[in-house]
């Protein structure tokens, strides 16, 4: 019994690694849990474009949108784990609606890494009314004047909003919080001078930010970057400030490490890609290709990360 019970193992592996070898075999679906358009769409287009040649198999964007992305991240949970459905995301279902929502549709914890693929930085953004050219004075006139500020975020619990929270906390500011549906309408109003300042995707609010309608005082990334190279990261006035919209490719729970190994490496050799690096660097966004290890252990940080921002703010989504 010992012997066919371990013979049935083996046989079992052997499958599974084979099933990897010849990893895709069939048309890859990959939902992304947010609208067409903006950057957690575009993104995994460019990839989906890419692995489509390398693997000789059609790899369709299935764009499930709704609840933060809670929509399309249960659907993608659901899903068979055999490496034809994958879940291709922003931070918010994956690290941060665990904390915002009391009841979600699947684990996070459960979903098998496979990579983060890139990582666009937010950026601080203000009106050029805001008598403010330099984040020190940014924050010397904000204490001065409690309440005085008000910032746009793309809507209750989204990144923009949980930045400028976190910001808030660090810097001991008071700005009140005027939420909107998605960044379009965000950035609109805050070009019009409805509202003074907030935190966008660089991609995004990168030609207002050149053009000089809106004043760039920081960025959230560890250093500065190429895209906007005055502008100083948020960290060197606040140690350990961090935010940006880091892309994953995760599969459903139970999905073999074979393949997502494969499909990481797939994923790496399109990020060398010529072209593709210039796309990404058109959208101000950096490549990454990080081990499904490595995306593991920095999703555990992000989660923690995150809540307490989240649990201090006391922050609920719409």
């Known amino acids: 019994m010992r012997f066919a019970l371990a013979a049935a193992a083996c046989a079992a592996l052997g499958a599974a690694r084979a099933g990897a070898e010849d990893f895709p ?6 939902v ?3 609208p067409a358009g903006g950057s957690a769409d575009l993104l995994p287009r460019i990839l989906a474009e890419r692995l489509a040649v390398r693997w000789a198999q059609p790899v369709i964007i299935d764009n499930r949108a709704g609840a933060g992305g809670n929509i399309g ?3 993608a949970f659901k899903a068979e784990p055999d490496g034809y459905t994958l879940l291709a995301t922003p931070p918010p279902p994956l690290v941060m609606n665990q904390s915002l929502y009391p009841r ?3 684990d996070p914890a459960r979903f098998v890494p496979v990579t983060i693929f890139a990582s666009i930085p937010s950026v601080l953004l203000v009106h050029p009314r805001v008598p403010a050219d ?3 004075s940014f924050f010397a ?6 309440n005085a500020l008000n910032y746009a975020s793309q809507g209750s619990g989204t990144t923009s909003h949980l930045t400028t929270e976190l910001m808030k906390s660090l810097a001991g500011l008071q700005i009140t919080h005027v939420p909107y549906k998605g960044s379009a309408p965000a950035l609109a109003d805050l070009l019009a001078g409805q509202v003074d300042l907030m935190f966008d995707n660089l991609g995004a609010s990168l030609p207002y930010a050149k053009s000089g309608r809106l004043r760039a005082l920081a960025v959230g990334s560890e250093r500065r970057v190429a895209a906007l190279p005055d502008v100083p990261p948020m960290r060197d006035f606040l140690p350990g400030f961090l935010s940006g919209a880091w892309y994953g490719i995760v599969a459903p729970p139970g999905t073999s490490t074979e393949i997502a190994a494969r499909i990481q490496e797939a994923v790496s050799a399109v990020l060398r890609e010529p072209e593709v690096l210039r796309r990404l660097a058109d959208m101000a966004a950096e490549p990454a290709g990080s081990s499904p290890a490595e995306m ?4 555990k940080l992000e989660v923690e990360r995150w809540r307490r921002v989240i649990e201090s703010a006391r ?3 719409d």
Not at 25 to 30: D, G, I, K
Not at 141 to 146: F, G, V, Y
């Open 32 to 34: 992304v849990p947010f």
């Open 141 to 146: 006139w904000a204490r001065a004047h409690p």
């Open 315 to 317: 922050i609920r989504p």
């Open 104 to 106: 979600l549709g699947f």
């Open 25 to 30: 075999l069939r048309p890859v679906r990959v």
């Open 296 to 299: 593991a252990a920095f999703m």
């Open 73 to 75: 991240a249960e659907a």
């Open 134 to 136: 330099s984040v020190p």
